[in-house]
């Protein structure tokens, strides 16, 4: 891993490709300047030399918390710990 104040891509770092940023991945290997990527989402092994990628930085936030729940009150809330009938409507017959 890279640290902060460094300047070079480490095992483990997140890099994409300058040119295509569609290009990305997760650092598995350095050999010389030859930087070994697992890339996302083909999980295809590819090489590039170090001058070709960025290490995707980390943008240190904190991730958004979750959604509110339904302002409508359209949520149904169901207790697994009670028995339940079946509705009339609920015909269970022949189903397999």
Known sequence: ?????????????????KMNTNVFG????????????????????????EWELQVVENEDEP??????????GNVIKVDFTKPRTLLPSDDTEGAA
């Not at 290997?29 to 996302?40: C, E, F, M, N, T």
């Not at 991730?63 to 409508?72: C, I, L, Q, R, V």
Request: charged share 20%; net charge negative; glycine share 8%.
């Open 26 to 49: 997760i650092v598995i290997g350095v050999a010389g300047s030859l930087i070994y990527i697992r890339s996302s989402p083909s999980l295809a092994v590819l090489a590039f030399h």
């Open 63 to 72: 991730p958004t918390k979750a959604k509110e729940p339904d302002p409508t």
């Open 1 to 17: 891993m890279s640290c902060p104040d460094c300047d070079y891509i480490g095992v483990g770092d997140v890099v994409e490709h």
